[in-house]
Protein backbone atom coordinates (compact mmCIF):
# COMPACT_ATOMS: atom_id res chain seq x y z
CA UNK A 1 0.00 0.00 0.00
CA UNK A 2 1.55 3.75 -0.63
CA UNK A 3 0.78 6.59 1.57
CA UNK A 4 -2.40 7.21 -0.11
CA UNK A 5 -3.88 3.64 0.26
CA UNK A 6 -3.74 2.73 -3.15
CA UNK A 7 -2.08 -0.61 -3.97
CA UNK A 8 1.21 0.52 -5.81
CA UNK A 9 0.43 -1.79 -8.88
CA UNK A 10 -3.08 -2.02 -9.25
CA UNK A 11 -3.20 -4.98 -11.70
CA UNK A 12 -0.40 -6.76 -10.95
CA UNK A 13 -1.43 -10.62 -11.80
CA UNK A 14 -1.03 -13.19 -8.75
CA UNK A 15 2.02 -15.02 -7.85
CA UNK A 16 3.59 -17.16 -10.41
CA UNK A 17 2.06 -14.65 -13.53
CA UNK A 18 -1.37 -16.63 -13.88
CA UNK A 19 -3.97 -14.45 -12.30
CA UNK A 20 -7.93 -15.09 -12.40
CA UNK A 21 -9.48 -17.21 -14.93
CA UNK A 22 -11.33 -15.38 -17.27
CA UNK A 23 -15.08 -16.05 -16.96
CA UNK A 24 -16.15 -18.26 -20.38
CA UNK A 25 -17.26 -16.49 -22.94
CA UNK A 26 -20.21 -18.22 -25.39
CA UNK A 27 -21.03 -17.08 -29.40
CA UNK A 28 -24.41 -17.87 -28.34
CA UNK A 29 -26.99 -17.73 -25.32
CA UNK A 30 -26.26 -21.35 -23.29
CA UNK A 31 -29.54 -23.30 -23.60
CA UNK A 32 -31.41 -25.09 -20.72
CA UNK A 33 -31.31 -29.16 -20.93
CA UNK A 34 -35.16 -28.86 -22.26
CA UNK A 35 -34.22 -26.21 -24.37
CA UNK A 36 -31.40 -28.51 -26.07
CA UNK A 37 -34.15 -31.56 -26.11
CA UNK A 38 -37.41 -29.34 -27.77
CA UNK A 39 -34.89 -28.06 -30.23
CA UNK A 40 -33.88 -31.38 -31.55
CA UNK A 41 -37.37 -32.59 -31.65
CA UNK A 42 -38.89 -35.68 -30.36
CA UNK A 43 -38.43 -37.60 -33.83
CA UNK A 44 -34.92 -37.49 -32.90
CA UNK A 45 -35.03 -39.96 -30.82
CA UNK A 46 -35.74 -44.21 -30.22
CA UNK A 47 -37.19 -46.20 -28.20
CA UNK A 48 -35.07 -48.16 -25.59
CA UNK A 49 -35.93 -51.02 -23.14
CA UNK A 50 -33.62 -50.61 -20.55
CA UNK A 51 -33.77 -54.04 -18.49
CA UNK A 52 -35.91 -57.18 -18.16
CA UNK A 53 -39.17 -57.00 -16.09
CA UNK A 54 -41.14 -59.14 -14.15
CA UNK A 55 -43.51 -58.86 -16.24
CA UNK A 56 -43.06 -56.58 -19.08
CA UNK A 57 -39.55 -54.83 -19.87
CA UNK A 58 -39.87 -51.45 -19.45
CA UNK A 59 -39.11 -49.48 -22.41
CA UNK A 60 -39.71 -45.33 -23.38
CA UNK A 61 -38.72 -43.03 -25.69
CA UNK A 62 -34.96 -41.24 -25.14
CA UNK A 63 -33.44 -38.45 -27.00
CA UNK A 64 -29.79 -38.69 -26.62
CA UNK A 65 -27.39 -35.27 -27.81
CA UNK A 66 -24.29 -34.49 -27.15
CA UNK A 67 -23.64 -31.87 -25.68
CA UNK A 68 -21.45 -28.97 -24.19
CA UNK A 69 -21.85 -27.71 -20.53
CA UNK A 70 -22.36 -23.80 -20.00
CA UNK A 71 -21.17 -22.64 -16.68
CA UNK A 72 -19.06 -25.53 -15.92
CA UNK A 73 -14.90 -25.49 -15.41
CA UNK A 74 -14.11 -29.14 -16.67
CA UNK A 75 -10.75 -30.11 -17.51
CA UNK A 76 -10.71 -28.61 -21.11
CA UNK A 77 -10.12 -30.93 -24.21
CA UNK A 78 -6.34 -30.43 -26.11
CA UNK A 79 -7.85 -27.94 -28.16
CA UNK A 80 -9.39 -25.73 -25.65
CA UNK A 81 -12.55 -26.25 -25.98
CA UNK A 82 -15.24 -27.73 -23.20
CA UNK A 83 -15.80 -31.56 -23.47
CA UNK A 84 -18.64 -32.75 -25.18
CA UNK A 85 -21.01 -34.94 -22.80
CA UNK A 86 -24.09 -36.83 -23.57
CA UNK A 87 -27.66 -35.00 -22.62
CA UNK A 88 -30.31 -37.93 -22.01
CA UNK A 89 -33.82 -37.07 -21.85
CA UNK A 90 -36.48 -39.26 -21.55
CA UNK A 91 -39.65 -38.42 -23.67
CA UNK A 92 -42.55 -40.43 -23.33
CA UNK A 93 -45.88 -40.97 -25.35
CA UNK A 94 -47.97 -38.28 -24.28
CA UNK A 95 -46.30 -36.26 -22.87
CA UNK A 96 -45.42 -32.62 -24.51
CA UNK A 97 -41.90 -32.66 -23.35
CA UNK A 98 -39.25 -34.64 -21.58
CA UNK A 99 -40.05 -35.77 -18.07
CA UNK A 100 -36.61 -36.84 -16.44
CA UNK A 101 -32.72 -35.54 -17.82
CA UNK A 102 -29.29 -37.07 -17.18
CA UNK A 103 -25.71 -35.99 -17.62
CA UNK A 104 -23.07 -38.57 -18.79
CA UNK A 105 -19.20 -37.89 -19.39
CA UNK A 106 -19.33 -41.69 -21.30
CA UNK A 107 -17.69 -41.76 -24.42
CA UNK A 108 -19.65 -41.22 -27.31
CA UNK A 109 -19.16 -44.68 -28.83
CA UNK A 110 -21.25 -46.05 -26.14
CA UNK A 111 -24.71 -48.17 -27.44
CA UNK A 112 -27.92 -46.63 -26.52
CA UNK A 113 -29.05 -49.54 -24.94
CA UNK A 114 -25.77 -48.99 -22.11
CA UNK A 115 -26.36 -45.29 -21.99
CA UNK A 116 -30.07 -45.30 -20.78
CA UNK A 117 -29.45 -48.84 -18.86
CA UNK A 118 -26.28 -46.88 -16.62
CA UNK A 119 -28.77 -43.61 -16.12
CA UNK A 120 -31.76 -45.88 -15.23
CA UNK A 121 -29.43 -48.15 -12.49
CA UNK A 122 -29.82 -45.51 -9.98
CA UNK A 123 -32.58 -47.15 -8.48
CA UNK A 124 -30.44 -49.93 -7.75
CA UNK A 125 -27.82 -48.05 -6.34
CA UNK A 126 -30.07 -46.18 -3.87
CA UNK A 127 -31.15 -49.50 -2.61
CA UNK A 128 -27.62 -50.93 -2.50
CA UNK A 129 -26.87 -47.99 -0.18
CA UNK A 130 -29.17 -48.78 1.74
CA UNK A 131 -28.88 -52.30 2.95
CA UNK A 132 -25.48 -51.32 3.39
CA UNK A 133 -26.55 -48.61 6.03
CA UNK A 134 -29.63 -50.30 7.97
CA UNK A 135 -28.91 -53.87 7.53
CA UNK A 136 -24.79 -53.94 7.40
CA UNK A 137 -24.31 -51.62 9.98
CA UNK A 138 -22.10 -49.01 7.18
CA UNK A 139 -23.39 -45.81 9.54
CA UNK A 140 -22.72 -47.52 12.85
CA UNK A 141 -18.86 -46.77 12.83
CA UNK A 142 -17.60 -45.10 16.15
CA UNK A 143 -14.11 -44.97 15.57
CA UNK A 144 -11.88 -42.19 16.13
CA UNK A 145 -9.04 -42.85 13.66
CA UNK A 146 -9.05 -42.95 9.13
CA UNK A 147 -7.56 -46.49 10.26
CA UNK A 148 -10.31 -47.87 12.05
CA UNK A 149 -13.19 -46.20 9.46
CA UNK A 150 -11.11 -47.74 6.81
CA UNK A 151 -11.39 -51.23 8.48
CA UNK A 152 -15.30 -50.51 9.13
CA UNK A 153 -16.52 -49.71 5.32
CA UNK A 154 -13.82 -52.34 4.12
CA UNK A 155 -16.11 -55.23 6.10
CA UNK A 156 -18.95 -54.31 5.34
CA UNK A 157 -18.20 -53.74 2.01
CA UNK A 158 -16.99 -57.33 1.70
CA UNK A 159 -20.46 -58.34 3.68
CA UNK A 160 -22.61 -56.79 0.86
CA UNK A 161 -20.74 -58.52 -1.80
CA UNK A 162 -20.78 -61.66 -0.15
CA UNK A 163 -24.80 -61.29 0.24
CA UNK A 164 -25.20 -60.30 -3.49
CA UNK A 165 -23.32 -63.09 -4.59
CA UNK A 166 -25.41 -65.32 -2.36
CA UNK A 167 -28.72 -64.14 -3.80
CA UNK A 168 -27.71 -63.77 -7.49
CA UNK A 169 -26.40 -67.61 -7.28
CA UNK A 170 -28.34 -70.28 -8.93
CA UNK A 171 -27.88 -72.16 -6.16
CA UNK A 172 -28.82 -70.62 -3.50
CA UNK A 173 -31.69 -71.38 -1.57
CA UNK A 174 -34.80 -69.81 -2.47
CA UNK A 175 -36.11 -67.11 0.01
CA UNK A 176 -39.47 -68.40 2.52
Known amino acids: ?10 HQPAYGGLGPRPLPRYRTRPLSLREHVMAAGRDR ?14 SSH ?20 IPACWLIAQWPEGHDEPVK ?42 GHSFTGWHRHVTLVTAAHLF ?11 ARA
Do not use: C
Request: aromatic share 6%; proline share 8%.
Open 1 to 10: MTAHGQDAEP
Open 163 to 173: LTEQRSSPTAP
Open 45 to 58: GVTLTWRKGSKAAP
Open 101 to 142: YWISNLPDDIPAEDLVRLAKSRWRIEHDYRELKSALGLDHVE
Open 62 to 81: FVLLRVRLAGRRPKPAADGT
